[in-house]
């Protein structure tokens, strides 16, 4: 009988011991387990970066396909083979609008690299494809696996290759300014053309993405996978999961319209003057003008590219609009205007589990561009009455006699009274042992 109590006293105290989650902060959210040589994917990608940026394609080629900093590849991301994400929720939307692509995302990669569109375009497409698509959908895949298997392993995984290793470790929230260059990265450098910062435009301040991703969602799911048994199958974990991948599309949208704008010859910005040439045309003309129009159509069909196939699923003419105006295999960029690309965007919105609000306006120095205002999101249906479901509490994962007495607590006081909780039981323990 003693030696069950025992048993049973020392996993509670080890249950309760914050030395299970003291693994280094992804900015601020912190794993449960140890995702740190995940997280060094990014170390490859700044290696792909310096290589492109030297115009060094065939080394930038190199590390996608050999680098050594994270656990895989960036190409053995892009190439999961024919089952292993084949039932998550996105990446067969994915494979299917790309003609059954499985390996989707490293044959855009590879295909820019062997293509042959100017290097000013392959750079671009290699950088974004590999970011953009490749470390997108395996993040997506992650949380996916976290929810379906109620695994924290892999939900923090996802959080890992969202975030990256080079973001560090943010102790202080306002310290949010990106110092990497995954997802968390584009989510600060949209929200300063968008205004969706949270003071503004300034990205020295926390993307209302980030915020989103990190301090509810991801925090939330990683709490119920790791309380398990019921809590697996809670509505929650479920609702955490779309959240996150709707959240993490916004700036690809935001980048979509961006270079839809920057590609219009109407507008006058980087293609100014090159309406009715196709892309080997618009960048000789580019050594002349210099207007980069190459680099800037190529971006945003990058950017169309990664969330195409989710807009396809809601609404086949709108993807079939921005596709005809951004693809850069077209006679010219942007042929309908932005106005066109920008309508379609905007009629999935609900679809994609965004709203105007979440995207904001393209602008500069507080100024939007001629066209580019925030949409106006549809007035909310009035609200049904439905059971609670609020964030679970301490006392709820640790089964009060009155748990819904108790106040919700944060990460920090749920861990200080963590520490509490454990050094009794730990003294208990040790009472035993004595």
Same mark, same amino acid.
Do not use: K, W
């Given at each position: 009988m003693m030696g069950r109590t025992f048993r049973a006293v020392l996993a509670c105290a080890l249950a309760a011991s914050p030395a299970l989650g003291s693994y280094p902060l992804l900015t601020t959210y912190r794993p449960e387990t140890n995702v740190e040589a995940d997280a060094r994917i990014d170390l490859d990608m700044e290696e792909i970066l310096a290589e492109l940026t030297a115009d060094d394609l065939a080394g930038a080629m190199a590390k996608y396909q050999g680098g050594t900093n994270g656990v895989q590849t960036l190409a053995s991301l892009s190439k999961p083979g024919a089952t292993s994400m084949a039932s998550d929720k996105w990446w067969p939307v994915y494979k299917d609008y790309w003609n059954n692509g499985y390996d989707y995302a490293d044959a855009f990669v590879e295909g820019a690299y062997t293509g042959s569109l100017p290097d000013a375009m392959r750079k671009e497409l290699i950088k974004k494809g590999i970011a953009y698509q490749g470390v997108w959908m395996y993040a997506a895949h992650s949380f996916d696996v976290g929810r379906s298997q109620c695994s924290t392993n892999d939900w923090d995984k996802g959080m890992a290759h969202y975030v990256g290793s080079m973001e560090g470790q943010t102790s202080v929230p306002a310290d949010v300014a990106s110092t990497g260059n995954l997802l968390y990265n584009l989510a600060q450098k949209r929200c300063a053309d968008f205004g969706t910062?949270?003071?503004?435009?300034?990205?020295?301040?926390?993307?209302?993405?980030?915020?989103?991703?990190?301090?509810?969602?991801?925090t939330l799911g990683r709490d119920l996978t790791i309380h398990g048994g019921t809590y697996c199958d809670d509505a929650r974990l479920a609702a955490s999961f779309h959240s996150i991948v709707s959240q993490m599309t916004v700036p690809l949208v935001q980048g979509l319209l961006k270079y839809a704008w920057k590609a219009d010859p109407v507008n006058g910005d980087s293609c100014a003057g090159q309406a009715g040439n196709d892309a080997a045309t618009v960048a000789t003309n580019d050594a002349t003008n210099s207007k980069d129009c190459a680099k800037s159509w190529a971006e945003g069909w990058a950017f169309s590219a990664a969330v195409l196939p989710q807009i396809a699923q809601c609404d086949a003419a709108a993807a079939t609009t921005i596709r005809d105006n951004l693809d850069v295999e077209a006679a010219e960029p942007m042929k309908d205007g932005v106005a066109a690309v920008k309508t379609a965007v905007e009629s999935v919105y609900a679809c994609l589990g965004i709203t105007c609000a979440d995207v904001g306006e393209f602008q500069a120095s507080g100024i939007?561009?001629?066209?580019?205002?925030? &949409? @106006? /999101?549809?007035?909310?249906?009035? +609200?049904?009455?439905?059971?609670?479901?609020? !964030?679970?509490?301490?006392?709820?994962?640790?089964? &009060? @006699? /009155?748990?819904?007495?108790?106040? +919700?607590?944060?990460?920090?006081?749920?861990? !200080?009274?963590?520490?509490?909780?454990?050094?009794?039981? @730990?003294?208990?323990?040790?009472?035993?042992?004595?």
């Open positions: 910062c949270a003071t503004g435009a300034d990205s020295s301040t926390l993307a209302n993405v980030n915020d989103r991703i990190l301090n509810e969602h991801s939007v561009y001629s066209g580019m205002d925030a &949409c @106006a /999101d549809p007035p909310a249906p009035a +609200p049904t009455p439905s059971p609670q479901t609020p !964030r679970p509490t301490f006392c709820e994962f640790s089964n &009060c @006699a /009155d748990s819904n007495s108790a106040v +919700p607590m944060s990460d920090a006081a749920a861990r !200080r009274a963590g520490e509490v909780a454990g050094a009794a039981l @730990a003294g208990a323990a040790l009472a035993f042992i004595a």
